[in-house]
């Protein structure tokens, strides 16, 4: 059984909270629309959220809050930082509910996140659409970033490989920001994954993103998954020299983000990116090989969401 109820959060008066009986995400209305709060019933939140912005909102100033939001690509100081700090429309729906941002003045897109609960398993459907609000098209691409709480494990799939002589063509393309560097002690690459460790003690960002065809990544933390699955076309163009997966990393939180291809938006439409979240426990096995194995085997009950 699936319940939605109005709480009290973090200082926040109007949260939701969405349960099935094994997991349970919270949202904020009074600012947002942001998820802040996701994992298994009566466990410990999974997400970052910062301390710094709890319980407030209102006003011009940009905050991080936290948890998962939508943004558009690509990224530029002008369009992406929109404080989100109105209250959001919200309605219920029989698995969850559709959270709606008043249109940004600055910018003419509207944002909207509608949060479903499969009633059985431990899965998450957030629908996440953009919507054109302006007298002319507006090119941008679907972005959704989850920040993760810290000291734990980012883990995306890498390409099959393969013998030199059965494949000659390059396999993908792993895209590095100006401050990333390719020896951070963060970073590991390796034959069937890239792991990507937030380190409280190193305060220097990082990021890098890629084309994942497998269409999913994850985050371990103090014996528990996040898997978030997201489609891919590699047909498409996606922003950031062809990134459907970007992770970025400082000294507070890390960021799992997927992203759907560069659409040129006409006025008055919308444009939609799903992901589909599986939260659960992880064995005591503390090497990060085999927690990524462990990951990839989760992984596989979300192809079954589309």
Known sequence: MITVDRIEHLGWKNCIRISNGLIEVIATTDVGPRIIHAGLVGERNLFWVSSNDTGKGAGEKFRLYGGHRLWHAPEDPKRTYVPDNNEVAVTTTDSGVILEAPI?????????????????????????????????????????????????????PMHEVRPHTESLLPARSVVLWHYTRMNDPRLEWGDQFVLLKQNPEIRSPIKFGMQVGQGWAGYCVDGFAFIKSFATNQAAEYPDDGCNFETFANHQFLEVESLGPLTDLPPGDSVTHVEHWLIDRLSNNPDQATVAQEVQTLAKRLFGYG
């Not at 009633?119 to 507006?138: M, Q, Y």
């Open 104 to 156: 940004e003045a600055s910018t003419g897109i509207g944002k909207k996140l509608e949060v479903s609960l499969d009633s059985k398993d431990a899965i998450v459907r957030v629908t996440h659409t953009l919507t054109n609000h302006h007298l002319w098209s507006v090119r941008l691409a679907p972005w959704a970033i989850t920040m993760m709480a810290p000291e734990g494990l980012c883990i995306a």
